[in-house]
């Protein structure tokens, strides 16, 4: 796991500051950095060394003939299996799963390459003799990738903070959609980021810039779910034994590790799943947080789950108060808006795990893949209820959204969205948005277009053919899972040098949840139906049975909020913009 950065057309006297850029990668790879460079691009490479502890491994990475050059951020889980078909016609001078990339592209180029690929990835291949530069980011969009387009200069990096201060001279112009668009989403959606020229790269697709061609820019998808289910008219036995055994494969395929290996473990079914299929001649370790309410916590569950498997438990209480403190951290974690109040307690987590092990497994990915959220189940009950026929009646409904009783307050905001005709508004309401008519004001400042479409980003996956609760999941795999879930993965694990791995995201099991019809995801009637299904025997039923609390954390933010009826996503706004303009960057 590291940083990539690298830029395309530079000048010698731009080296130093294009190696300080890269050197504020350095909290995602500690362990080497490496350069290359030619007249025309700049590599480089902070390495957080997990597979090939050797200098064979370090990067940027040159093929034999010195005509491939690569920089990788991630792991490739079947790199094994790739490399015993490549050494038909190539010899390895490595250990390490990333040369796979280098002859992989030799053999197969960019885009079979990438769709044989399993694991999670930003990488940057640099053809020579093509003249040409690949960018490319996984399936999912575990790991992220940034790039900027400026002057007809490319950049990329794994993270914003590089190219911020590439042009922190004022060639950076603020993007206002974007913030708007973090009122509704309570982060900034991909290809967005706070500025108008730069970009992140979309997850399953891969660009090639044309060196030769003035740098002409070209965008690829590679990959894409099968959104038709194929039931094949398997029984409910027959799909717990597949889900097993594409469960216990996607673990054992993400063990591969030359340093310490550790779990977090929470009370819940997922990394309970995972705990399962654990070996017990590997010395893994799991991690656990605690909070001060137990509506939050799951510490003692947790421990259960650990004791049943035989596993080291260590687990670390979490102070409300704790993250007060770290709330201008929050702002160099992530460079632009994305407020989340469990960032903080798994920042926490990291920090303390990471002093034990160097790579952890987590259950990122089963509620989206596997109807876990309870939004699924109250967004179908509520749509059986709606009458948009009535949406004339908004305006009136909206006067009383300020008034001075919370209990009217939550009354009317109810009845607007049951008048609500536009399902994509009512589902951002319903993950914690801003309502329309509360964003309007923010519209106005911003200068927004009155023919602005807020759901855009919901709108661009929503695949109106399928049952409500499956179209919910997969603008949740597209949306919530990348954009939030581990986005706070990767950036707040790499911010303490920890690889976070994510069974549950593996091609297979991607596959395998896409393939399902909702009357096997919610197997009688429950969420995570099939799941419960195939865990009942291998876990304790009070596992099974388990309500979900989810891992968030109970906040105080009233010191930073000038007004009440903020959402905690609003606050986090305010505050990033207040210490930005302190810093002299006017927003």
Not at 421 to 434: A, H
Request: hydrophobic content about 35%; some cysteine; glycine content about 4%.
């Amino acid at each position: 796991m590291c940083g990539i950065f690298g830029k395309l057309t530079f000048h010698n006297e731009e080296k130093k500051r294009l190696v300080s850029a890269l050197k504020l990668l350095k909290h995602r790879g500690p362990d080497q950095h490496g350069v290359f460079s030619d007249e025309k691009v700049f590599m480089g490479h902070q390495r957080l060394s997990i597979i090939d502890l050797s200098e064979k491994g370090k990067q940027p990475m040159l093929s034999k003939d010195k005509d491939i050059i690569i920089t990788v951020n991630g792991e490739i889980y079947n790199y094994q299996d790739l490399k015993n078909e490549l050494k038909q016609d190539f010899t390895f001078s490595s250990e390490s799963d990333s040369e796979v990339i280098i002859y992989g592209y030799k053999k197969w180029g960019i885009k079979s390459l990438l769709k044989r690929l399993d694991g999670m990835f930003a990488l940057a291949i640099y053809d020579q003799k093509k003249g040409k530069v690949f960018l490319a980011r996984d399936r999912v969009g575990v790991k992220p990738l940034y790039f900027s387009k400026i002057n007809n200069d490319y950049c990329w990096s794994s993270e914003l903070k590089s190219i911020q201060y590439l042009y922190k001279d004022g060639a950076l112009e603020i993007d206002y959609t974007s913030l708007y668009d973090y009122l509704t989403y309570r982060y900034i959606p991909t290809p967005k980021t706070i500025y108008k020229n730069i970009y992140k790269l979309l997850p399953a697709h891969y660009m090639e810039i044309d060196i030769e061609k003035d740098n002409k820019q070209s965008l690829f998808q590679y990959w894409s779910p099968n959104y038709k289910t194929n039931y094949n008219s398997k029984n409910i036995d027959e799909l717990t034994k597949e889900f097993n055994h594409v469960l216990k494969d996607s673990v054992s395929s993400q063990l591969i590790s030359d340093v310490p290996l550790g779990l977090f473990l929470s009370g819940g079914l997922d990394s309970a799943s995972i705990a399962h299929y654990l070996p017990s001649d590997l010395p893994i370790k799991t991690f656990t947080m605690a909070f001060e309410t137990k509506r939050h916590d799951e510490s003692k569950e947790a421990k259960e789950i650990a004791k049943n498997f035989s596993l080291y438990n260590e687990t670390f209480l979490f102070k409300s108060k704790e993250a007060n403190s770290m709330f201008k951290d929050h702002i160099d974690w992530f460079d632009e808006p994305a407020f989340n109040s469990s960032n903080f307690p798994f920042y926490q987590l990291s920090k303390n795990a990471v002093e034990q092990c160097k790579v952890v497994l987590c259950g990122d990915g089963g509620d989206e893949l596997f109807g876990g959220y309870k939004w699924y189940k109250i967004m179908e009950k509520f749509d059986k209820i709606r009458l948009p026929q009535f949406h004339f009646l908004r305006s009136f409904f909206q006067l009383f959204f300020n008034f001075p009783v919370k209990k009217i307050q939550f009354l009317f905001k109810g009845l607007d969205l049951a008048v609500c005709p536009d399902m994509m508004e009512i589902y951002s309401v319903f993950l914690g948005g801003m309502n329309s008519k509360v964003k309007s004001r923010y519209r106005k400042k911003w200068n927004i277009p009155s023919s602005y479409d807020d759901y855009w980003f919901f709108r661009k996956y929503d695949r109106p053919e399928l049952s409500l609760k499956k179209r919910l999941q997969t603008i949740d795999f597209h949306t919530f899972l990348p954009e939030a879930c581990l986005t706070k993965t990767d950036r707040l694990s790499m911010r303490n040098a920890l690889e976070c791995r994510v069974p549950f995201l593996s091609n297979a099991m991607i596959d395998f949840a896409f393939s399902l019809p909702d009357e096997i995801i919610y197997f009688n009637n429950q969420s995570k139906g099939i799941l419960k299904e195939s865990m009942k025997d291998k876990l304790p039923k009070k596992i099974i049975k388990m309500k979900k609390k989810g891992f968030s954390a109970p906040l105080n933010l009233n010191s930073f909020s000038k007004n009440k009826n903020e959402k905690e996503h609003e606050t986090y706004l305010n505050f990033y913009i207040e210490q930005k303009e302190k810093n002299g960057q006017k927003i």
